[in-house]
């Protein structure tokens, strides 16, 4: 079965600096990795995905993610930070099967510094 | 249209009560699901239907049961529950093997 981590359960930046949250997983074939997005009280919008191809993915938002298979990781960087980003960051990896099992990581709340 | 609609957005229950979360798509996607969120905790499955079928079940109790009428619409009864059900349930749904899930804003659940 699939797992996910996210070390950092919290992390504040100032509006303008950059930003990497971390992901790691496990998983025994080739993972489908997604990064989501929830602001207070709100659903979940995904900012971008890994399927295969480019290890670089770009997504909304300005936001790209980093797959290193060597790693597990799937790293999530924005260069310089909206204070509008402050919110809750989900990893999140998909085994494929239709009805897939989708596993969520803990998620990393991100507090953004006028 | 690529949105999932839930209603209501907010229910307060007592525990005696019976009450249904709904859940709408119109992408044509032929999976759909239940997610509950506690507080400062990720998503945890609890259902998904394909092609209007139940396919997983993580072990949810008996209080929570979830009907597909059709392709289109995912309902979740509600019974007996208790206050540490309150909750945000999430509804998703994807439509091919690309592993996109579509989520709704959420019905956020009080039971008291």
């Known amino acids: 079965a699939q797992s996910v981590t996210q070390p950092d359960i919290h992390i504040t930046v100032s509006e303008g600096a950059s930003l990497e949250l971390r992901c790691n997983y496990s998983?025994?074939?080739?993972?489908?990795l997604f990064w989501y997005v929830q602001s207070p009280g709100q659903g979940l919008q995904l900012l971008l995905k890994y399927f295969s191809g480019d290890t670089l993915v770009q997504g909304i938002k300005g936001f790209e993610a980093e797959f290193k298979r060597s790693q597990s990781s799937f790293n999530l960087r924005k260069p310089s930070v909206h204070w509008s980003d402050a919110a809750e960051y989900f990893c999140a990896v998909g085994a494929w099967n239709y009805g897939q099992n989708f596993v969520f990581g803990p998620g990393t709340r991100l507090s953004v510094l006028p | 249209d690529t949105e999932v609609t839930q209603t209501p957005k907010h229910l307060v229950m007592g525990m005696t009560n019976k009450k249904s979360l709904k859940c709408e798509q119109h992408?044509?996607?032929?999976?759909m699901y239940w997610y509950k969120q506690k507080a400062k905790k990720p998503p945890e499955l609890m259902f998904v239907y394909s092609y209007e079928k139940l396919s997983i079940n993580e072990s949810v109790p008996s209080r929570f049961s979830p009907e597909c009428p059709n392709s289109s619409l995912l309902n979740l009864h509600l019974h007996a529950l208790q206050p540490e059900d309150s909750a945000l349930y999430l509804c998703a749904s994807s439509q091919d093997q690309t592993g996109r899930l579509f989520f709704g804003e959420g019905s956020r659940l009080t039971v008291l």
């Open positions: 998983y025994g074939a080739t993972p489908y």
């Open positions: 992408m044509g996607h032929r999976a």
